[in-house]
Protein backbone atom coordinates (compact mmCIF):
# COMPACT_ATOMS: atom_id res chain seq x y z
CA UNK A 1 0.00 0.00 0.00
CA UNK A 2 1.07 3.46 -0.77
CA UNK A 3 0.36 6.09 1.95
CA UNK A 4 -0.36 9.48 0.86
CA UNK A 5 1.08 12.44 3.04
CA UNK A 6 -0.84 15.74 3.23
CA UNK A 7 0.24 18.52 4.45
CA UNK A 8 -2.35 21.06 6.57
CA UNK A 9 -1.91 23.56 9.08
CA UNK A 10 -4.46 24.62 11.34
CA UNK A 11 -4.49 28.10 9.94
CA UNK A 12 -5.34 26.51 5.98
CA UNK A 13 -7.76 23.97 6.27
CA UNK A 14 -8.14 21.81 2.83
CA UNK A 15 -11.89 20.76 2.71
CA UNK A 16 -10.96 18.56 -0.29
CA UNK A 17 -7.79 16.63 1.15
CA UNK A 18 -10.07 15.88 3.94
CA UNK A 19 -12.91 14.83 2.02
CA UNK A 20 -10.59 12.33 0.88
CA UNK A 21 -9.12 11.23 4.39
CA UNK A 22 -13.12 10.97 5.66
CA UNK A 23 -13.49 8.80 2.70
CA UNK A 24 -11.09 6.50 3.48
CA UNK A 25 -12.06 6.02 7.16
CA UNK A 26 -16.07 5.41 5.98
CA UNK A 27 -14.44 2.60 3.66
CA UNK A 28 -12.83 1.15 6.67
CA UNK A 29 -9.40 2.48 6.34
CA UNK A 30 -6.74 4.16 8.06
CA UNK A 31 -5.68 7.65 8.61
CA UNK A 32 -3.02 8.94 11.04
CA UNK A 33 -3.85 12.61 11.68
CA UNK A 34 -2.07 15.21 14.33
CA UNK A 35 -3.77 16.39 17.60
CA UNK A 36 -2.73 19.24 20.47
CA UNK A 37 -1.15 15.89 22.04
CA UNK A 38 0.64 13.40 19.87
CA UNK A 39 -0.35 11.70 16.30
CA UNK A 40 -3.33 9.79 16.38
CA UNK A 41 -4.03 6.51 14.13
CA UNK A 42 -7.51 6.84 13.03
CA UNK A 43 -9.96 4.63 11.73
CA UNK A 44 -13.92 4.08 12.01
CA UNK A 45 -14.55 4.04 15.59
CA UNK A 46 -17.95 1.89 15.00
CA UNK A 47 -16.56 -0.64 12.59
CA UNK A 48 -15.38 -3.21 14.45
CA UNK A 49 -12.75 -4.55 10.98
CA UNK A 50 -11.35 -1.00 11.33
CA UNK A 51 -10.33 -1.44 14.89
CA UNK A 52 -9.02 -4.92 13.89
CA UNK A 53 -6.50 -3.09 11.27
CA UNK A 54 -5.48 -0.08 13.92
CA UNK A 55 -4.16 -3.09 15.83
CA UNK A 56 -2.77 -4.91 13.46
CA UNK A 57 -0.89 -1.39 11.88
CA UNK A 58 0.54 -1.08 15.54
CA UNK A 59 1.44 -4.20 16.13
CA UNK A 60 -0.74 -3.46 19.62
CA UNK A 61 -2.06 -6.42 21.59
CA UNK A 62 -5.87 -6.52 20.97
CA UNK A 63 -7.06 -6.20 24.82
CA UNK A 64 -5.33 -2.61 24.54
CA UNK A 65 -8.35 -0.29 24.28
CA UNK A 66 -8.91 2.81 21.51
CA UNK A 67 -9.51 6.16 22.69
CA UNK A 68 -12.63 7.43 20.11
CA UNK A 69 -12.76 11.08 19.37
CA UNK A 70 -15.66 13.58 18.34
CA UNK A 71 -16.00 16.75 17.22
CA UNK A 72 -18.76 18.15 19.27
CA UNK A 73 -20.61 17.37 22.26
CA UNK A 74 -23.84 15.96 21.31
CA UNK A 75 -21.78 13.05 19.87
CA UNK A 76 -21.05 12.46 22.86
CA UNK A 77 -24.86 10.62 24.26
CA UNK A 78 -25.09 7.64 21.47
CA UNK A 79 -21.85 6.41 21.92
CA UNK A 80 -22.47 5.92 26.20
CA UNK A 81 -25.32 4.64 28.33
CA UNK A 82 -25.70 7.83 30.36
CA UNK A 83 -23.28 11.44 30.84
CA UNK A 84 -23.14 11.56 34.83
CA UNK A 85 -22.50 15.20 36.34
CA UNK A 86 -19.23 14.50 36.52
CA UNK A 87 -18.48 14.41 32.74
CA UNK A 88 -20.74 17.47 31.60
CA UNK A 89 -18.89 19.37 33.62
CA UNK A 90 -15.21 17.92 32.57
CA UNK A 91 -16.42 18.53 28.96
CA UNK A 92 -17.38 22.19 29.83
CA UNK A 93 -14.60 22.77 31.70
CA UNK A 94 -11.56 20.91 28.97
CA UNK A 95 -13.53 20.02 26.05
CA UNK A 96 -12.28 20.37 23.13
CA UNK A 97 -8.57 19.64 25.05
CA UNK A 98 -6.33 17.12 25.86
CA UNK A 99 -8.74 15.06 28.25
CA UNK A 100 -9.78 11.26 27.64
CA UNK A 101 -13.17 10.11 30.02
CA UNK A 102 -13.82 6.48 30.44
CA UNK A 103 -17.84 6.28 30.15
CA UNK A 104 -20.11 2.77 30.38
CA UNK A 105 -20.27 2.29 26.60
CA UNK A 106 -23.41 2.09 24.84
CA UNK A 107 -24.12 -0.88 22.02
CA UNK A 108 -22.80 0.99 19.14
CA UNK A 109 -19.44 1.12 20.25
CA UNK A 110 -17.83 -2.26 18.93
CA UNK A 111 -15.79 -4.46 21.91
CA UNK A 112 -13.24 -4.54 19.43
CA UNK A 113 -12.94 -1.22 20.22
CA UNK A 114 -12.99 -1.09 23.65
CA UNK A 115 -10.76 -3.99 24.01
CA UNK A 116 -13.27 -6.10 25.41
CA UNK A 117 -14.47 -3.71 28.24
CA UNK A 118 -18.50 -2.57 28.69
CA UNK A 119 -16.73 1.13 29.07
CA UNK A 120 -15.41 3.94 26.14
CA UNK A 121 -12.54 6.07 26.06
CA UNK A 122 -13.66 9.37 24.83
CA UNK A 123 -12.16 12.51 23.66
CA UNK A 124 -12.96 15.87 21.72
CA UNK A 125 -9.40 17.37 20.84
CA UNK A 126 -9.05 20.95 20.41
CA UNK A 127 -6.32 20.98 17.22
CA UNK A 128 -8.36 22.51 14.33
CA UNK A 129 -7.45 20.02 11.90
CA UNK A 130 -8.44 16.84 13.94
CA UNK A 131 -12.12 18.38 14.55
CA UNK A 132 -11.67 19.07 10.89
CA UNK A 133 -10.89 15.23 9.89
CA UNK A 134 -13.04 13.54 12.62
CA UNK A 135 -15.88 15.45 11.40
CA UNK A 136 -15.29 14.35 7.66
CA UNK A 137 -14.70 10.88 8.67
CA UNK A 138 -18.42 10.59 10.20
CA UNK A 139 -17.90 11.65 13.70
CA UNK A 140 -16.65 9.11 14.95
CA UNK A 141 -12.50 8.45 14.91
CA UNK A 142 -10.64 5.50 17.17
CA UNK A 143 -7.17 6.50 17.22
CA UNK A 144 -4.45 5.32 19.93
CA UNK A 145 -1.13 6.54 18.89
CA UNK A 146 0.20 6.27 15.93
CA UNK A 147 3.12 4.44 16.96
CA UNK A 148 4.29 1.11 16.11
CA UNK A 149 3.52 -0.34 20.04
CA UNK A 150 6.05 -0.20 22.48
CA UNK A 151 8.14 2.96 20.73
CA UNK A 152 7.72 6.61 21.74
CA UNK A 153 4.50 8.35 20.38
CA UNK A 154 5.11 10.34 17.39
CA UNK A 155 5.09 13.82 17.89
CA UNK A 156 6.48 15.01 14.31
CA UNK A 157 4.53 13.35 11.06
CA UNK A 158 8.00 11.77 10.00
CA UNK A 159 7.88 9.57 13.10
CA UNK A 160 4.46 8.73 12.19
CA UNK A 161 6.11 7.81 8.60
CA UNK A 162 9.09 6.05 9.77
CA UNK A 163 6.60 3.54 11.42
CA UNK A 164 3.57 3.67 9.35
CA UNK A 165 4.53 4.08 6.16
CA UNK A 166 3.22 1.59 3.91
CA UNK A 167 0.53 0.22 6.14
CA UNK A 168 -1.94 2.76 6.21
CA UNK A 169 -3.48 5.15 3.38
CA UNK A 170 -2.97 8.69 4.18
CA UNK A 171 -0.62 10.92 7.21
CA UNK A 172 -1.93 14.23 7.70
CA UNK A 173 1.18 16.36 8.25
CA UNK A 174 0.37 19.12 10.76
CA UNK A 175 3.67 20.09 11.77
CA UNK A 176 4.98 19.34 15.64
CA UNK A 177 2.27 19.08 18.08
CA UNK A 178 2.05 21.63 20.88
CA UNK A 179 1.64 19.54 23.94
CA UNK A 180 3.52 16.31 23.03
CA UNK A 181 2.58 13.98 25.75
CA UNK A 182 -0.94 12.28 25.41
CA UNK A 183 -3.99 12.96 26.68
CA UNK A 184 -5.13 12.74 30.89
CA UNK A 185 -7.35 9.85 31.07
CA UNK A 186 -9.36 10.05 33.65
CA UNK A 187 -12.24 7.25 34.51
CA UNK A 188 -15.76 8.49 35.47
CA UNK A 189 -17.58 5.08 36.26
CA UNK A 190 -16.61 4.20 39.88
CA UNK A 191 -16.93 6.46 42.61
CA UNK A 192 -15.15 8.89 42.57
CA UNK A 193 -12.88 10.29 39.48
CA UNK A 194 -9.42 8.42 38.97
CA UNK A 195 -7.00 9.24 36.49
CA UNK A 196 -5.52 6.41 34.86
CA UNK A 197 -3.19 8.21 33.14
CA UNK A 198 -1.53 12.04 34.04
CA UNK A 199 -0.67 14.22 31.15
CA UNK A 200 -1.43 18.05 30.35
CA UNK A 201 -4.31 18.39 32.15
CA UNK A 202 -3.68 18.47 35.79
CA UNK A 203 -5.00 16.67 39.10
CA UNK A 204 -5.55 19.89 40.45
CA UNK A 205 -7.56 20.97 37.52
CA UNK A 206 -9.69 18.33 37.58
CA UNK A 207 -10.02 18.67 41.45
CA UNK A 208 -11.07 22.43 40.92
CA UNK A 209 -14.12 21.19 38.94
CA UNK A 210 -14.91 17.91 40.26
CA UNK A 211 -13.69 17.90 44.01
CA UNK A 212 -11.74 15.11 45.15
CA UNK A 213 -10.03 12.96 42.65
CA UNK A 214 -7.41 9.89 42.51
CA UNK A 215 -4.46 8.67 40.87
CA UNK A 216 -4.21 5.38 40.17
CA UNK A 217 -1.37 3.92 42.21
CA UNK A 218 0.30 2.31 39.04
CA UNK A 219 1.04 5.68 37.47
CA UNK A 220 4.60 6.16 38.98
CA UNK A 221 4.86 2.81 40.97
CA UNK A 222 6.08 -0.33 38.89
CA UNK A 223 3.55 -1.97 41.53
CA UNK A 224 4.08 -5.32 40.14
CA UNK A 225 1.43 -7.76 40.16
CA UNK A 226 -0.89 -5.02 40.57
CA UNK A 227 -2.59 -4.50 36.98
CA UNK A 228 -3.14 -0.64 36.07
CA UNK A 229 -6.93 0.40 35.10
CA UNK A 230 -6.07 1.64 32.12
CA UNK A 231 -4.54 -1.70 30.19
CA UNK A 232 -2.49 -0.01 27.67
CA UNK A 233 -0.07 1.01 30.80
CA UNK A 234 0.72 -2.30 31.57
CA UNK A 235 2.82 -2.70 28.34
CA UNK A 236 6.44 -1.60 27.92
CA UNK A 237 5.90 1.85 26.09
CA UNK A 238 7.13 4.96 24.98
CA UNK A 239 10.92 2.70 24.57
CA UNK A 240 13.91 3.98 22.52
CA UNK A 241 16.05 1.73 20.94
CA UNK A 242 19.03 2.52 23.65
CA UNK A 243 19.32 1.03 27.37
CA UNK A 244 17.60 3.95 29.59
CA UNK A 245 18.50 4.78 32.98
CA UNK A 246 17.10 8.33 35.03
CA UNK A 247 19.03 9.02 37.67
CA UNK A 248 17.86 11.42 40.19
CA UNK A 249 19.38 13.66 43.29
CA UNK A 250 21.01 16.85 43.55
CA UNK A 251 22.08 18.63 40.24
CA UNK A 252 25.31 18.56 40.36
CA UNK A 253 25.76 15.51 41.69
CA UNK A 254 23.61 14.03 38.99
CA UNK A 255 25.97 15.44 36.33
CA UNK A 256 29.09 14.18 37.53
CA UNK A 257 26.89 10.36 38.01
CA UNK A 258 26.00 10.57 34.43
CA UNK A 259 29.74 11.70 33.21
CA UNK A 260 31.35 9.08 35.07
CA UNK A 261 29.11 6.72 33.67
CA UNK A 262 29.04 8.19 30.46
CA UNK A 263 33.37 7.36 30.29
CA UNK A 264 32.72 3.77 31.17
CA UNK A 265 29.99 3.05 28.80
CA UNK A 266 31.96 4.81 25.81
CA UNK A 267 35.03 2.45 27.31
CA UNK A 268 33.44 -0.58 26.43
CA UNK A 269 31.86 1.20 22.97
CA UNK A 270 28.62 2.21 23.68
CA UNK A 271 27.51 5.50 22.45
CA UNK A 272 25.93 7.84 24.83
CA UNK A 273 22.82 9.86 24.96
CA UNK A 274 22.30 12.69 27.92
CA UNK A 275 18.73 14.03 28.13
CA UNK A 276 19.78 17.30 30.29
CA UNK A 277 17.81 20.99 31.09
CA UNK A 278 18.88 24.62 30.20
CA UNK A 279 20.76 24.72 32.96
CA UNK A 280 22.98 21.46 32.47
CA UNK A 281 23.09 20.57 29.13
CA UNK A 282 26.46 22.20 28.87
CA UNK A 283 28.08 20.08 31.35
CA UNK A 284 27.78 16.97 29.69
CA UNK A 285 30.76 14.72 27.89
CA UNK A 286 28.29 12.09 26.12
CA UNK A 287 28.30 11.33 22.22
CA UNK A 288 24.83 12.98 21.83
CA UNK A 289 23.99 15.78 24.70
CA UNK A 290 19.87 17.14 24.91
CA UNK A 291 18.28 19.45 26.51
CA UNK A 292 14.62 18.70 27.29
CA UNK A 293 13.82 22.47 28.08
CA UNK A 294 13.88 24.18 31.16
CA UNK A 295 12.60 22.80 34.64
CA UNK A 296 10.76 26.36 35.11
CA UNK A 297 8.63 25.73 32.32
CA UNK A 298 7.99 21.84 32.26
CA UNK A 299 5.59 22.38 29.19
CA UNK A 300 9.15 22.58 26.96
CA UNK A 301 9.98 19.37 28.75
CA UNK A 302 6.83 17.81 27.99
CA UNK A 303 6.76 18.94 24.33
CA UNK A 304 10.54 17.90 23.77
CA UNK A 305 10.85 13.98 25.42
CA UNK A 306 9.21 12.12 22.73
CA UNK A 307 11.14 14.01 20.03
CA UNK A 308 14.62 13.38 22.17
CA UNK A 309 14.03 9.83 22.49
CA UNK A 310 13.41 9.41 18.79
CA UNK A 311 16.75 11.19 17.60
CA UNK A 312 18.65 9.13 20.00
CA UNK A 313 17.34 6.29 18.50
CA UNK A 314 18.21 8.19 14.92
CA UNK A 315 21.50 8.70 15.92
CA UNK A 316 22.36 5.16 16.85
CA UNK A 317 22.62 6.00 20.57
CA UNK A 318 22.70 2.90 22.33
CA UNK A 319 22.49 4.08 26.27
CA UNK A 320 20.83 6.69 27.20
CA UNK A 321 21.49 9.31 30.63
CA UNK A 322 18.09 10.51 31.71
CA UNK A 323 17.94 13.54 34.68
CA UNK A 324 14.62 13.10 37.11
CA UNK A 325 11.78 15.00 37.41
CA UNK A 326 9.98 16.42 40.15
CA UNK A 327 6.55 13.81 39.79
CA UNK A 328 4.72 15.44 42.92
CA UNK A 329 1.02 15.86 42.54
CA UNK A 330 1.52 19.53 43.52
CA UNK A 331 3.79 19.81 40.51
CA UNK A 332 1.77 19.98 37.48
CA UNK A 333 2.64 17.85 34.54
CA UNK A 334 5.46 16.54 36.42
CA UNK A 335 3.76 13.46 36.83
CA UNK A 336 3.01 12.92 33.52
CA UNK A 337 6.61 13.43 32.36
CA UNK A 338 7.94 10.47 35.02
CA UNK A 339 4.98 8.47 33.66
CA UNK A 340 6.40 8.25 30.49
CA UNK A 341 10.38 8.49 31.52
CA UNK A 342 9.64 5.70 34.03
CA UNK A 343 8.17 3.19 31.31
CA UNK A 344 10.91 3.97 28.83
CA UNK A 345 13.02 3.48 31.44
CA UNK A 346 11.50 0.27 32.85
CA UNK A 347 11.18 1.81 35.52
CA UNK A 348 14.90 2.06 35.90
CA UNK A 349 15.47 5.04 38.20
CA UNK A 350 18.82 5.73 40.32
CA UNK A 351 18.52 8.03 43.50
CA UNK A 352 21.94 9.05 44.33
P1 LIG B 1 -3.08 5.59 23.22
O1 LIG B 1 -4.12 6.34 22.50
O2 LIG B 1 -2.09 4.89 22.34
O3 LIG B 1 -2.45 6.47 24.20
O4 LIG B 1 -3.83 4.44 23.99
C1 LIG B 1 -5.07 4.63 24.61
C2 LIG B 1 -4.95 4.51 26.08
O5 LIG B 1 -6.25 4.65 26.65
C3 LIG B 1 -4.42 3.17 26.54
O6 LIG B 1 -3.51 3.34 27.62
C4 LIG B 1 -5.68 2.46 27.00
O7 LIG B 1 -5.42 1.47 27.93
C5 LIG B 1 -6.52 3.60 27.55
N1 LIG B 1 -7.97 3.28 27.47
C6 LIG B 1 -8.73 3.29 26.37
N2 LIG B 1 -10.00 2.88 26.64
C7 LIG B 1 -10.02 2.59 27.96
C8 LIG B 1 -11.03 2.11 28.84
N3 LIG B 1 -12.25 1.84 28.41
N4 LIG B 1 -10.71 1.92 30.14
C9 LIG B 1 -9.46 2.21 30.58
N5 LIG B 1 -8.46 2.65 29.80
C10 LIG B 1 -8.72 2.85 28.49
MG1 LIG C 1 0.11 4.97 22.71
Not at 272 to 301: F, H, N, P, Q
Not at 313 to 328: C, K, L, M, Q
Request: glycine fraction near 10%.
Amino acid sequence: MKTKIIPMDEKHIDKEALKEAGKIIQSGGLVAFPTETVYGLGGDALNEESSGRIYQAKGRPSDNPLIVHIYRMEDLYPIVEQVPETARKLADAFWPGPLTMILPKSDIVPRATTGGLDTVAVRMPMHKVALAFIEAAGGYVAAPSANRSGKPSPTLAKYVAEDMDGRIEMIIDGGENRIGLESTIVDLTEGIPMILRPGYITKEMLEEVLGEVRVDKTVLDNCSGQPPKAPGMKYRHYAPKGELTIIGGPQERVVDEINRRTKRMKEKGEKVGVIGTDDTVSGYLADSVKSAGDRKEEATIAKALYRILREFDEEGVTVIYSESFDASEENGIGQAIMNRLLKAAGHHLEQI
